[in-house]
């Protein structure tokens, strides 16, 4: 999957200190809903279990052939936002020297694409912290509707803090 500047693709082990450099970051983190990674070492643990799947790929940027981003699907098994049966899960990043740039927009995009082409899946849904309605805005711009507010447990360095997201919805 690409375009004229970004190729989805698997995360090599290679990626580890670049996926370092910008998960370690901890404004990517909080606002993505994971803790900042500590070490390479970390990172390269993340690509080797949580990335290493037919689901999730990195983001290259095609103009210096290193990974800007993740962004991936998954069943919502183990969601805690109310979903319908068959449903996915979409996630994304992009380092924070890449935003507003469009990069987030368009590795959706070509996800989403991809999705259609490739599956059977009836909806893709997600959400976001209400304090960053960047990534919202990426996901409006690529169809999804906003669907309500609920609240959720934290999952990065404040478990056990529930905060409110806006949950969000694209239907075939």
């Known amino acids: 999957m690409e375009t004229d500047r970004i190729l989805l693709r698997p995360w090599y082990e290679e990626d580890a200190d670049t996926l370092f450099l910008y998960a370690s970051n ?20 993340i690509i080797r279990t949580v990335f290493h799947n037919d689901t999730t790929w990195a983001i290259e940027n095609k103009e210096n052939h290193r990974p800007i981003g993740c962004i991936g699907y998954m069943p919502t098994f ?7 049966e068959g449903d996915v899960l979409i996630g994304y990043w992009i380092g924070q020297p890449y935003w507003n740039q469009g990069f987030c927009t368009e590795a959706l995009r070509l996800m989403i694409e991809y999705i259609k082409t490739t599956t059977h899946i009836p909806s893709l849904i997600s959400s976001h912290y209400i304090d960053n309605p960047a990534s919202g805005r990426v996901m409006e711009k690529c169809g999804f509707i906003d669907i309500g507010q609920t609240i959720i447990e934290n999952n990065n360095q404040q478990q056990g803090k529930m905060v409110r997201v806006l949950r969000l919805e694209l239907r075939r």
């Open 26 to 45: 901890p404004v990517i983190g909080n606002r993505a809903g994971w803790p900042p990674h500590k070490s390479p070492d970390e990172s390269l643990e």
């Open 78 to 84: 183990d969601l805690k936002l109310p979903t319908q």
